[in-house]
C-alpha cells in the first residue's frame, strides 16, 4: 500500500471514531434523561400516597430512601373529618356513583387541607385522617375553611339536584410517633398515640350535639389565641376507652351567618347555662336556656341542654360525668418518679379535691382562695420544671412553655373577674374548677408524664 493509500485509511479511521463516540454519547444522555424522568414521575406518583411533607418530618430526602420503622416523634393536631349519614346516601348509589361522589367530596377538600400545612395521613371510605405539626391553628383554620368549602361544594350539588351533605370535623392535639409500619414487602405510613386514638371520639360527638367542629381541651391549650375564634364550652364527656373525662369546645366560625351571629351574642348566656346544669341548678339553667333558643331558635345544643334539664326533673336522670358528686383521689399511678414535681402534683391535686367539694355552694372565698394559692404555687413549680428541661435539653420545651403560659393568662383572666365581683360566684366556682379539670388530665397526665419519661431517661445515663 502506498503512503498516499495509508494516509486515507489511516485519516478516514480517525475521523469516524469521534463520530462513533459521540452517538454513544447522545445514547447514553437520552436514556439517562429518561431514566431520570421516570424517577420523577414515579417519586411523584409515590408522593400522592407517602406525602413528600411526611418525608420532610422524618429527614428522608427521597421516597427510594425509606426504610422499615422509620419513625419520629411530633406534637401534633390530629384533624377527623367525616361526612354525616353517608351510609344511607351510599345505598341510594351504584358502586360507580359512590367513587364519583367521593372522589368529587374529597377532590374538594384535599387543597384546602394542603393549603394549610396539613398532611392527609389517610382516606378511610368518607372520612379523612390529617395531620398539623406546625401548630393547632393551621388546623383549626383548615376546618372553618373546609366548613366554608362545603357550602360552595352543595351549592354546586344543588344545581345538580343532588341533595347537600353535612360533615363533622373533630381536633385533637397530643405527642404522636410518626413512621413506617408493615413488612419487607407491603409497608405503609402511619402515626401512632393516644392523640390519635381520641380524635375520632370527638369527631363522633359532632353528631350528639349536631355541632359541625369540636375541639377537645388539649387543642384550645395550644391555639396562639384563642380569643381569635368563635369558641364556646360544650360539654364534659367520657369517651369509649379513657378514665379521664374530657372536655369538648364548639367552634362555630364555620356556621352560616345568622346563626353565628346568634350564638355570638348569646354565648356567655349559654356557657353560664351549662355549667347550672352541670351543678345542678336546674331551673336556673332553663332560665337562660330559655332565652338563648328565643334568640336563636336554630341552636340546636342548646335545645338538646333544655331537654336534658326537663328530663333532669321528669326522672332525676342527670347526663354528666359525675365529677363534681365524688371527690377525686389521688393515685399511685399518677406519680412521674421525680419527687419534686410528684410533690407538687399531688398537693395541686388535693387542693383540687377540696375546692370541688365547695363548688356547688359558690363561696366567693373559697374562690379567692384556691385562686391565690394557683397564682403563688403553680410559677414557683412550673420554674422548677423548666429548670429541669433546659437542663437536660428537652426537645419539645417550648411547647411545654406554651401550655404553662396558657394557664397563668387563664388564672388571670379569673382572677380578674373575681376581684370585679361582676360574676356569680357559682358560676365563677365552676369555671376554675373546669379549669383545673383540664390541667390535670391534659397537662399532668400527658404533657407532664411525656417531660417526665425524657428526664428520667437522661438522669438513667
Excluded at 381520641?198 to 389565641?225: C, F, G, M, V, W
Excluded at 328530663?311 to 332525676?316: A, C, E, I
Amino acid at each position: 500500500m502506498s503512503t498516499e493509500e495509508h494516509s486515507k485509511v489511516t485519516s478516514g479511521t480517525s475521523e469516524s471514531v469521534p463520530d462513533s463516540i459521540h452517538e454513544v454519547l447522545k445514547t447514553a444522555i437520552l436514556a439517562h434523561q429518561q431514566a431520570l424522568a421516570l424517577l420523577q414521575q414515579t417519586e411523584k406518583a409515590y408522593g400522592r400516597l407517602i406525602p413528600h411533607q411526611l418525608l420532610k418530618l422524618l429527614d428522608i430526602k427521597s421516597i427510594v430512601d425509606i426504610k422499615l420503622g422509620d419513625q419520629v416523634e411530633r406534637k401534633m393536631t390530629i384533624m377527623f373529618a367525616d361526612i354525616r349519614n353517608f351510609t344511607p346516601l351510599s345505598e341510594s348509589m351504584t358502586p360507580a356513583e359512590n367513587f364519583a361522589f367521593i372522589n368529587s367530596y374529597l377532590s374538594q377538600m384535599e387543597p384546602v387541607i394542603s393549603a394549610h400545612q396539613g398532611i392527609i395521613d389517610k382516606y378511610m371510605g368518607d372520612a379523612i385522617m390529617s395531620l398539623f405539626s406546625q401548630g393547632a391553628d393551621d388546623a383549626l383554620i383548615a376546618a372553618i375553611a373546609m366548613l366554608e368549602k362545603l357550602e360552595d361544594y352543595n351549592a354546586g350539588r344543588k344545581r345538580a339536584g343532588y341533595e347537600p351533605i353535612d360533615i363533622g370535623i373533630g381536633l385533637n392535639t397530643g405527642m404522636v410517633m410518626i413512621g413506617t409500619v408493615g413488612g419487607a414487602e407491603r409497608m405503609d405510613s402511619t402515626v401512632i398515640g393516644d392523640a390519635v386514638n381520641l380524635t375520632p371520639r370527638i369527631e363522633q360527638a359532632t353528631k350528639t350535639y349536631h355541632a359541625p367542629l369540636l375541639i377537645s381541651q388539649n387543642t384550645l391549650y395550644d391555639l396562639a389565641d384563642p380569643s381569635k375564634y368563635d369558641i364556646r364550652f360544650l360539654d364534659r364527656i367520657r369517651v369509649r376507652g379513657k378514665t379521664q373525662p374530657l372536655s369538648i369546645y364548639e367552634v362555630f366560625n364555620g356556621d352560616p351567618a345568622e346563626l353565628r351571629a346568634g350564638k355570638r351574642a348569646t354565648l356567655a348566656m349559654f356557657e353560664e347555662a351549662v355549667a347550672y346544669y352541670h351543678l345542678q341548678e336546674i331551673p336556673r339553667a332553663l332560665e337562660l336556656l330559655k332565652k338563648c333558643i328565643t334568640m336563636v331558635p336554630q341552636d340546636i345544643s342548646a335545645l338538646i341542654y333544655l331537654t336534658r334539664c326537663h328530663d333532669y326533673l321528669s326522672t332525676g336522670t342527670h347526663m354528666s360525668t359525675g365529677e363534681l358528686d365524688t371527690r377525686p383521689e389521688w393515685k399511685e399511678s399518677f406519680n412521674l418518679g421525680l419527687a419534686e414535681i410528684d410533690t407538687a402534683h399531688q398537693e395541686l391535686f388535693e387542693r383540687m379535691g377540696a375546692f370541688n367539694a365547695l363548688v356547688k355552694k359558690g363561696d366567693a372565698k373559697a374562690v379567692d382562695e384556691i385562686l391565690a394559692f394557683l397564682e403563688g404555687r403553680m410559677q414557683n413549680h412550673f420554674n422548677t420544671e423548666e429548670e429541669l428541661m433546659r437542663r437536660y435539653s428537652y426537645p419539645f420545651l417550648e411547647n411545654h412553655l406554651q401550655e404553662h403560659r396558657r394557664f397563668i393568662r387563664d388564672i388571670a383572666a379569673l382572677q380578674a373577674e373575681a376581684d370585679a365581683g361582676t360574676t356569680d360566684p357559682l358560676y365563677l366556682s365552676f369555671r376554675t374548677l373546669l379549669m383545673m379539670y383540664d390541667w390535670f388530665s391534659g397537662h399532668f397526665a400527658k404533657t407532664d408524664r411525656h417531660m417526665a419519661r425524657y428526664l428520667l431517661s437522661c438522669m438513667a445515663q
